[in-house]
DNA sequence: GCAAAGAAGTTGACAAATCAACTTTTCTAC
DNA sequence: GTAGAAAAGTTGATTTGTCAACTTCTTTGC
């Protein structure tokens, strides 16, 4: 059980706004905002592609959100579309150009650059046992939502 | 050492999600909105009272927005200045009305209910070490963002 | 193979968070 | 005590994130 929820709370919103703040100081460096960080990473670690779904589920992020990102990544030419033309881009897995594969690998630099100093002082262990919490109360926290959600239209 | 970036960031931002969404849906039901809680909480447990900057430093908000949530919970009568009225709000201090308290009582039972949830299948050891580290890494991204931001003004 | 249902993606409208400039109050040094 | 600096708080503008409606494409059942 967790006792304080003001440390879960603040502990989380901290380490999350801090993130926010790295990523957007590293892409203003790039012309981009701090929000196309995820989709960078991400393509570069799948080189087969990503759809808009994939990249949902994977940045944890809304469709709306990922639709912006993609648009914004392809004007800048960072991405392209395996796709005939005519279909548009429904299911259509987005892959980086040459140029992307150049800025993603720059951003991975800053990313393992802040992983390494996140993780200062704390033994394998550690964490493990912290990756195993932060995944449970993710899981828990989750669930909770989806119940209380379903009982909050319930009621009305 | 932190292996890898996403588990990290999706992990922080699945919770960070998470808690903004029960915050949301409980205060609807009271009329507020999700950023009330945090202060509610804290003036909760305040009972000689917060100021501004106080809460600031508590919720880890900037003060724009604690400025708007406390003249949001003003009018709806749930906090009080201690100081005279001439000096306006200068350090003043806001405690909970009646029908504050009432409302704070009722969001903290949501919050022990969440934290209860969230909290799950972790046992109390686990539980520390989890906070050790989530605090250790907050404060190590505190600082890098600090000397990262120091470096791109210098950059400039 | 066609209609209905559903999934994928886009877009405009809205809500929330952040920034920067500003005012007001207090503190400090003379 | 007064000027200047610093801290506390407010406000409007901008950016960012989310919601909901919409279009487009695919799948399923007949």
């Known amino acids: 059980m967790i006792h304080r929820f003001e440390q879960l709370t603040t502990g989380v919103s901290q380490i999350y706004k801090n993130i926010q703040r790295i990523k957007k100081l590293e892409m203003r460096s790039l012309g981009l905002k701090g929000t196309h960080v995820m989709c960078l990473y991400f393509l570069h670690s799948h080189a087969e592609g990503l759809t808009a ?27 392209q579309y395996t796709h005939p033309q005519e ?25 393992l650059r802040a992983v390494l100093e996140g993780g200062r002082d704390i033994t394998a262990k550690e964490r493990d046992i912290f990756y195993r919490v932060l995944n449970l109360i993710s899981d ?13 239209v319930s009621a009305d």
């Open 87 to 111: 279909k548009k881009r429904y299911r259509s897995k987005a892959v980086l150009t040459e140029d992307g594969k150049k800025q993603a690998k720059t951003v991975n630099r800053l990313i």
């Open 53 to 79: 779904a994939d990249l949902c589920a994977l940045c944890k992020e809304n469709k709306a959100g990922i639709s912006r990102i993609l648009a914004d990544l392809e004007t800048h030419g960072y991405i």
């Open 140 to 152: 828990n926290l989750e669930n909770f939502c989806e119940e209380l959600e379903r009982s909050a």
